[in-house]
């Protein structure tokens, strides 16, 4: 007999993931889920940690300024310090939307 459960990715389980500005020194992730089901078990696992984020994001634990889930939502939450303000010369992304795609292919096991 198979388990019918296995390793999914966030791009599979989330119905949003995404970032946007925060102000011109902050950059906010959202990934939104359309069941309390998902969004439990993304939760219960664990994966979503500070490690984490460090080392997709190569920052310190000191750059991450909110890492949370937040029920009402069924979301998950994070803040990053941006490494150059909004729009400084050697920033890449002015309105931070291309940040979220190291969070597509996380891996969230037992779902």
């Known amino acids: 007999m198979t388990s019918t459960h296995s390793t999914r ?17 902050e950059i906010t992730f ?13 939760k219960e696992s664990g ?18 300024v909110t890492l949370m889930f937040f029920d009402p939502a069924r979301a998950f939450k994070l803040t990053l310090k941006r490494a150059w303000g909004q729009g ?5 992304d002015t309105f931070g939307a291309q940040q979220h795609a190291p ?3 996380v891996e969230i096991p037992g779902v």
């Open 9 to 25: 990715t966030l791009r599979e389980l989330a119905k949003v993931v995404r970032s946007k500005n925060s102000g011109p020194f």
């Open 47 to 64: 994966v979503l940690n500070e490690a984490l984020i460090c080392r997709l994001y190569s920052v310190t634990p000191e750059d991450i």
């Open 88 to 92: 400084t010369v050697g920033e890449r």
């Open 30 to 42: 959202d990934v939104i889920f359309d069941t309390e089901e998902r969004y439990n078990k993304v």
């Open 103 to 105: 969070l597509l292919t």
